[in-house]
């Protein structure tokens, strides 16, 4: 970081160091994204293999097993839904972080978009 004569760093240093925790952030709102979206996506390919060997069972018989596997697959379509939620309300508010910044300071802007 470059230090101007009176001792204090530059501002344009301040905000690109903004501006890189920020995508960090967002970067990290992505990766979670994208586990919500895997999360979400395992108990749709679990009843889908269970529906494709349907005729091999009967469900009065699996029923026992069906019943908590159905409900651990609710548990996860839960945590998939509000994990990608998240995610996208993270990824706009740091959208708008930036573009605010990028706003207030127009000489940085073009480093920016």
């Not at 697959?73 to 998240?86: A, H, K, P």
Request: hydrophobic share 50%.
């Amino acid at each position: 970081m470059s230090i101007e004569t009176d001792g204090l760093p530059k501002l344009d240093n301040i905000i690109f160091g903004e501006i890189e925790v920020l995508l960090a952030e967002k970067r990290t709102a992505l990766a979670s994204l994208r586990t919500g979206i895997a999360v979400f996506a395992l108990p749709l390919s679990v009843l889908s293999a269970l529906i494709a060997t349907s005729r091999y069972y009967r469900i009065e018989k699996v029923m026992p097993l069906l019943l908590p596997l159905m409900l651990l697959n609710l548990g996860l379509v839960v945590l998939g839904t509000w994990l990608v939620f998240r995610s996208i309300h993270r990824i706009r508010h740091f959208e708008h972080r930036i573009k605010e910044l990028s706003e207030k300071y127009r000489s940085l802007a073009e480093f920016i978009e």
